[in-house]
């Protein structure tokens, strides 16, 4: 699975993209942050205040509830400021 | 309807596309264009902003909000170009687009193409100012409410 990050998520972790295999009991995108929050400081800054961020599924906004199954893309970021 | 849409690092030419929406069957043009603001604050200045997005869903989500606003006003063309990279205070950020046989048509769309793009676009702000500060944007409520509106 493809981990894109963007804005102060992505400084706070320190990378702009990662490869992960999580295992089988990470199944939504709540236990996704939960257990990227354990791989390190800066991933734990990152999703410390889960209320500042925001996921896609394959370029889809979902919530935190959505399942990972069958997807290949997840993206995490701060609320968009466009416009 | 045409529709036509860029994301891209380079300006662009206001009056350039407001003649590429003038087209057979138009009854008014109607256009947003947002520039970078100088801060209001006395302390700093401003000094870039720079636009971040997510290639791909960018375009994904900008196309439905525009699809939105097809399916709800007549219009014959529609236009939104959104800058990326770094801005300097009174550059181009964003222009928004609406052709129609009616006015009230046009400017609604527009109000609505300007109002979704800032909550549902994936763009962030990031502000430099000359006392070497740099800061994230934070999404506003305000925002959110202006988009609700149309619900």
């Known amino acids: 699975m493809k981990l894109v990050y963007f804005a102060w998520?992505?400084?706070?972790?320190?990378?702009?993209?990662?490869?992960?295999?999580?295992?089988?009991?990470?199944?939504?995108?709540?236990?996704?942050m939960t257990w990227l929050s354990a791989r390190g400081p800066g991933h734990a800054a990152a999703f410390?205040?889960?209320?500042?961020?925001?996921?896609?599924?394959?370029?889809?906004?979902?919530?935190?509830?959505?399942g990972l199954e069958g997807a290949t893309e997840v993206a995490f970021f701060p609320p968009v400021t466009g416009g | 309807m045409m529709r036509r849409l860029l994301v891209q690092a380079?300006?662009?030419?206001?009056?350039?596309?407001?003649?590429?929406?003038?087209?057979?069957?138009?009854?008014?043009i109607a256009s947003f264009i947002g520039i970078v603001r100088d801060?209001?604050?006395?302390?700093r200045r401003l000094v870039a902003l720079t636009l971040e997005h997510y290639p791909g869903m960018t375009e994904t989500e900008i196309e439905r909000i525009?699809?939105?606003?097809?399916?709800?006003?007549?219009?014959?063309r529609c236009t939104v170009i959104h800058r990326f990279g770094r801005l300097r205070p009174g550059e181009r950020i964003v222009f928004v687009g609406a052709a129609s046989p009616h006015r009230t048509a046009a400017l609604q769309a527009v109000a609505y193409l300007i109002d979704w793009l800032k909550t549902s676009a994936?763009?962030?702000?990031?502000?430099a100012?000359?006392?070497?500060?740099?800061?994230?944007?934070?999404?506003?409520?305000?925002?959110?409410?202006a988009a609700a509106r149309w619900d």
Not at chain 2, 21 to 28: A, E, I, N, R, S
Not at chain 2, 122 to 127: L, Y
Not at chain 2, 129 to 145: P, S, Y
């Open chain 2, 10 to 28: 380079a300006d662009f030419d206001p009056g350039a596309e407001l003649a590429s929406l003038g087209q057979p069957g138009v009854g008014g």
């Open chain 1, 9 to 32: 998520i992505r400084e706070k972790i320190g990378a702009a993209e990662e490869q992960i295999s999580p295992p089988a009991e990470v199944k939504t995108v709540r236990d996704l």
């Open chain 2, 39 to 43: 801060t209001p604050d006395q302390a």
């Open chain 2, 122 to 127: 994936p763009f962030w702000k990031m502000e």
């Open chain 2, 129 to 145: 100012f000359d006392t070497g500060e740099r800061e994230w944007v934070a999404a506003r409520a305000v925002d959110a409410a």
């Open chain 1, 48 to 66: 410390a205040d889960a209320k500042r961020v925001r996921c896609a599924l394959d370029r889809e906004f979902v919530t935190w509830d959505a």
């Open chain 2, 66 to 76: 525009m699809a939105k606003a097809e399916a709800r006003w007549a219009l014959t």
